[in-house]
């Protein structure tokens, strides 16, 4: 039998079918918007039941006010109309304040939570996604945000515990910018502490202190000279961290 050369295999037209793309399998579809609030609305209620009252007292009232103020102009239907998206709109806001809080209960404790805390701040700070000074055997840490009211440091552990922790690094950051302003926050539920759910409303109450190009050049500065602690690969635990020591010898 004769072998089949490559003009003897039927050729594809111009117009020929290309090969269907794959579909992407539901496991990996993203949850649409609705459902997505609905999520978030079940985790809510769980930790705060009272979210749904709040949420309709919020509907309902505005509703009232678009209706008797409609009554009052002899429109009542154009009001009623603008009033009830209106309505879902403050429930909405709502509901996203309380499971902002009710989120922050749920790590409160947990490692990293002070970070995450930060993390909500809105543009115009300068976060570091790892501590900048931890004890990994207490598990204590101290995390950093750089604004316009200067250098900010979240403590994340008892006042006590964490005390030297924070006051070794503002030493550190004194020495380098000693004409920087530096914040020191503590986070918890005792006297002098904030709650997780108002760091980053404390944090934007701040007074300005720097313009927006000195904000960036402290940023720098602090990046240039690095941090007190042993640089952490990502993706590592940095309260799981250790020294290595043939590095340290230079080895």
Same mark, same amino acid.
């Given at each position: 039998?004769?072998?089949?050369?490559? /003009?003897?295999?039927?050729?594809?037209?111009?117009?020929?079918? *290309?090969?269907?793309?794959?579909?992407? =399998?539901?496991?990996?579809?993203?949850? @649409?918007?609705? *459902? #997505?609030?609905?999520?978030?609305?079940?985790?809510?209620?769980?930790?705060?039941?009272?979210?749904?009252?709040?949420?309709?007292?919020?509907?309902?009232?505005?509703?009232?006010?678009?209706?008797?103020?409609?009554?009052?102009?002899?429109?009542?239907?154009?009001?009623?109309?603008? /009033?009830?998206?209106?309505?879902?709109? $403050?429930?909405?806001?709502?509901? =996203? !304040?309380?499971?902002?809080?009710?989120?922050?209960?749920?790590?409160? @404790? #947990?490692?990293?939570?002070?970070?995450?805390?930060? =993390?909500?701040?809105?543009?115009?700070? %300068?976060?570091?996604?790892?501590?900048?000074?931890?004890?990994?055997?207490?598990?204590?840490?101290?995390?950093? $945000?750089?604004?316009?009211?200067? %250098?900010?440091?979240?403590?994340?552990?008892?006042?006590? !515990?964490?005390?030297?922790?924070?006051?070794?690094?503002?030493? !550190?950051?004194?020495?380098?910018?000693?004409?920087?302003? %530096?914040?020191?926050?503590?986070?918890?539920?005792?006297?002098?502490?904030?709650?997780?759910?108002?760091?980053?409303? +404390?944090? #934007?109450?701040?007074?300005?202190?720097? +313009? *927006?190009?000195?904000?960036?050049?402290?940023?720098?500065?602090?990046? $240039?000279?690095? =941090?007190?602690?042993?640089? %952490?690969?990502?993706?590592?635990?940095?309260?799981? $961290?250790?020294?290595?020591? *043939?590095?340290?010898?230079?080895?």
């Amino acid at each position: 039998m004769a072998n089949r050369t490559d /003009s003897d295999a039927p050729k594809r037209g111009l117009f020929s079918r *290309k090969p269907k793309a794959e579909k992407p =399998s539901k496991a990996n579809k993203q949850p @649409g918007r609705l *459902k #997505q609030i609905g999520q978030v609305f079940q985790m809510t209620r769980r930790n705060d039941p009272n979210v749904v009252w709040f949420m309709l007292l919020a509907f309902l009232g505005i509703v009232a006010v678009g209706l008797a103020v409609g009554l009052l102009i002899n429109n009542w239907i154009t009001l009623l109309i603008i /009033s009830i998206p209106l309505g879902v709109l $403050a429930a909405t806001f709502i509901l =996203s !304040r309380r499971a902002e809080r009710a989120a922050f209960s749920q790590i409160e @404790g #947990q490692p990293g939570a002070s970070g995450a805390a930060l =993390s909500v701040l809105r543009r115009g700070w %300068i976060l570091q996604d790892q501590p900048v000074a931890v004890n990994p055997r207490t598990q204590d840490a101290v995390f950093r $945000a750089v604004g316009r009211p200067g %250098i900010v440091l979240v403590t994340e552990g008892p006042s006590h !515990r964490v005390r030297q922790l924070v006051e070794s690094e503002r030493r !550190r950051l004194r020495r380098i910018l000693p004409n920087v302003k %530096i914040h020191v926050i503590e986070t918890g539920r005792g006297e002098g502490q904030v709650e997780l759910s108002k760091v980053a409303k +404390t944090v #934007q109450k701040l007074k300005k202190e720097l +313009t *927006k190009q000195e904000v960036s050049a402290v940023d720098k500065r602090l990046q $240039a000279l690095g =941090s007190s602690k042993l640089p %952490i690969p990502k993706g590592v635990d940095p309260f799981k $961290a250790r020294p290595d020591r *043939k590095a340290m010898r230079g080895r």
